[in-house]
Structure formats: C-alpha cells, structure tokens
Nanobody
Framework: QLQVVESGGDLVQSGGSLRLSCTAS????????LGWYRQTPEKQRELVAE???????NYADAVKGRFTISRDNAKKTMYLQMNGLKPEDTAVYYC?????????WGQGTQVTVSS
C-alpha cells in the first residue's frame, strides 16, 4: 500500500511563507501526476496546484503568482512553496498522487494564516 505523508504546515502571519512537502513510498513516484488540494469546514476540497510527470504545472487562480509547485523524483517528494500567505489560505492541505484514475491521498497538514 502506497504511503503518502505531508509535512510543513504551521501557523504563520499574513504575508508570510511556508513550504509544504509530500513524500511517498514505493518506486513509481516519477510516473504519478501530482497535486496539492485544500479543504476547510465550509468548502469542498479544491485543487490548489498540480504538476504532471513531465513537469507541466497548473494553478488555481487564487494562488497564481504566490504559490509554486515542484517535484524531486529522486527524493520521491513534491513541494508547495507558499509566499504572500493570506488568511483565506487557511485550510488543511492534502497531497494527491494519481495515475490511470487511481488516486492516493495523504492525511493532510494544517496551514493557518493569522491576520
């Protein structure tokens, strides 16, 4: 069973920065398309950013220009660099790996941005 673990969530002031990491077990990391999602009690889980096996990226409009997604296949790790954080970025952030319709999720990491 693939294990996916997020880390890096924290409490930060508005305007601050955080870097989230997502590490997966197994040997197929480089074959997975990857994404970061976030969820609050008031909203459904939403896509924040995604990166393909070839390195193409896509961002939600709300985070464009502030967040950067990247991957290091050798380390089997994906990152989300978050700059210019806003209170509305407060959420549980989840890592997603998917291939051929099969999805794997981590347990989530809490990001809280104070105003």
């Amino acid at each position: 069973q693939l294990q996916v673990v997020e880390s890096g969530g924290d409490l930060v002031q508005s305007g601050g920065s955080l870097r989230l990491s997502c590490t997966a077990s197994g040997s197929r990391f480089r074959f997975y398309n990857l994404g970061w999602y976030r969820q609050t009690p008031e909203k459904q889980r939403e896509l924040v950013a995604e990166i393909t096996t070839g390195g193409d990226t896509n961002y939600a409009d709300a985070v464009k220009g502030r967040f950067t997604i990247s991957r290091d296949n050798a380390k089997k790790t994906m990152y989300l660099q978050m700059n210019g954080l806003k209170p509305e970025d407060t959420a549980v952030y989840y890592c997603n790996l998917h291939e051929w319709g099969v999805n794997f999720w981590g347990q989530g990491t809490q990001v809280t941005v104070s105003s």
